[in-house]
């Protein structure tokens, strides 16, 4: 039996099912693997329809070894990056691999050549399939499980990716805090969230329940427009937002959430999502045919929670005002039961928000990375 390597595109629904199951594969004996929401995984790769790929190109990519799949690649075209950053960049995502190196080169050599055919001048990943949803590869924090919605990744990984030529562009920090570094906040922030509260006659308030759909457009619209400057950053399309309101319903606790008003305009939010990786592991990332009611039932118990974003409007960035909207969030997390914080992901450029949440008393504790790399000599 041959034990050569080839790559080939994905084209029938076992190509699919194989590119899925390679990641139970790769992470059989790894305690710290949560599986993903297998339902979102499929959407997201271009299996089942999503929104993004109304304006994306993709193909997806298996590499065998003789009959053995060992490796998968998803090759993007974001053509509203490509828009907005005037570029002609390709991406990868999703890419798993067991530890082959002459595997995993293929399976980017492949992916390369399909972008360069389509185009493309330079590639960026990992992204799940934008910097909008998962992305970045785990170089630092392997001691512990992921988040929800952070990558895992096995640590060989960053090996087989320079391997091809890919080089850092951008790191991406997670910090962790503890309910007890509030008895030793610096003064510092406190006074920034008074003297911003009062200066603008900041109103705050959680999502309502009753507008949940209105409310968490105004979320997601804050967000289009707080990034517009921030590296690699592209908007969400309306059909995108439509689709993560539709997600996020039965997963936001609307008591930890903020939004932000000014004269009863929403102008920042800040939004923290419960850790449901606890939970998903459990259900071994199966919303059917009762995930979906262990997850909603299990909420209350939770203890960690994810602080997505906070985001301000351009005119009034740099004021504070993200400070004060999580200042609202905390004594609901306290009532919930929180005991550790985590602040993710937080570019390695963003200098204000790092400096900010380090001097908060907040610990590094994973770091992700974004490769980028030429296609003129593939």
Request: hydrophobic share 40%; glycine share 6%; with cysteine.
């Amino acid at each position: 039996m041959s034990n050569a390597v080839r790559c080939e595109p994905v084209q029938t629904r076992r190509d699919q099912k194989a590119f899925l199951n390679l990641e139970r594969e790769v992470y059989r004996d790894d305690p710290h693997w949560v599986p993903p929401l297998w339902q979102v995984r499929r959407e997201l790769v271009g299996f089942k329809p999503h929104p993004f790929y109304d304006d994306a190109d993709r193909q997806a990519l298996l590499v065998r070894r003789g009959d053995k799949v060992v490796g998968r690649l998803l090759a993007i075209i974001n053509h509203g990056h490509n828009r907005c950053h005037d570029e002609q960049r390709g991406f990868f995502g999703f890419f798993e691999c067991l530890d082959d190196i002459e595997a995993s080169n293929e399976l980017f050599a492949t992916a390369m050549r399909w972008l360069r055919d389509q185009g493309m001048t330079d590639v960026r990943g990992p992204v799940n399939p934008s910097l909008n949803y998962d992305c970045g590869l785990l170089i630092d924090g392997f001691d512990s499980p992921p988040t929800f919605l952070i990558p895992y990744n096995r640590d060989y990984y960053e090996r087989l990716i320079e391997a091809s030529g890919f080089k850092k562009v951008q790191d991406l920090f997670s910090y962790e805090a503890h309910i007890d570094i509030l008895d030793d906040l610096d003064p510092k922030l406190l006074f920034v969230i008074n003297e911003a509260t009062k200066r603008f006659n900041v109103k705050c308030r959680p999502i309502d329940r009753r507008r949940f759909k209105q409310d968490v457009r105004s979320f997601l619209e804050i967000y289009n427009l707080s990034l517009q400057q921030t590296w690699g950053y592209v908007p969400m399309s309306e059909a995108e937002i439509d689709h993560q309101v539709k997600g996020l319903k039965h997963l936001i606790v609307p008591e930890l959430t903020s939004i932000a008003e000014i004269d009863g305009r929403p102008v920042g939010a800040g939004f923290g999502l419960l850790d449901f990786n606890q939970v998903i592991k459990q259900i071994d990332g199966r919303l059917f045919p009762l995930g979906w009611l262990k997850l909603i039932m299990a909420k209350r118990k939770i203890d960690r929670l994810r602080l997505i974003s906070t985001n301000v409007i351009p005119e009034y960035q740099k004021w504070g005002l993200g400070l004060v909207t999580l200042a609202h969030i905390l004594p609901s997390a306290i009532a919930h039961g929180i005991q550790i914080g985590e602040f993710s992901w937080v570019l390695e450029s963003n200098s204000l928000s790092r400096g900010t949440i380090e001097r908060g008393g907040a610990t590094r504790t994973k770091v992700h990375r974004i490769y980028d790399r030429s296609l003129t000599d593939v």
